[in-house]
């Protein structure tokens, strides 16, 4: 599959992020890799500030989007604003509510992989599983 488009929520200290994109970057044409990351950053207790997150990405030649809000509205954000994309790293520490599975489905493409935490496991789901094995989405 090819990643053009990242979804992380919640980035912890952003050197999952950075991994990612330095991964990315080199196995596709840079200028159309285009990363997201909602996270409340200092606003929420973080230790990683939006401007020091902000400045560490401008390392790569990705397209960087931040969203600096909480996880409902920032989902809300990124589906009216960018729509759907490739790959959703969910990181936060509480799994997807019932309504933020409904926006990540909307969020999704057919072949749209969401990796998540559990247990300080990661594991790799369809984001059609998430929603009851559904493939059909809200328009």
Known sequence: MSIRSVL???VGD???ALAMLQTLVPSSDAKSIHYIAIDEFEMGGNSLTLRAFHKRLREFPAKAQLVPMKIDAGLDRVVRTYGQVDL???ASDQSPTTEQQK?????????????????????????SVLTNGSSRRAA
């Open 8 to 10: 992380e929520v919640s």
């Open 14 to 16: 952003g050197c999952r």
């Open 88 to 90: 959703i790293i969910w």
């Open 103 to 127: 926006v990540l489905a909307r969020l999704s493409k057919p072949n749209t992989i969401v990796f998540s935490r559990q247990d300080d496991r990661w594991s790799e789901t369809l984001c």
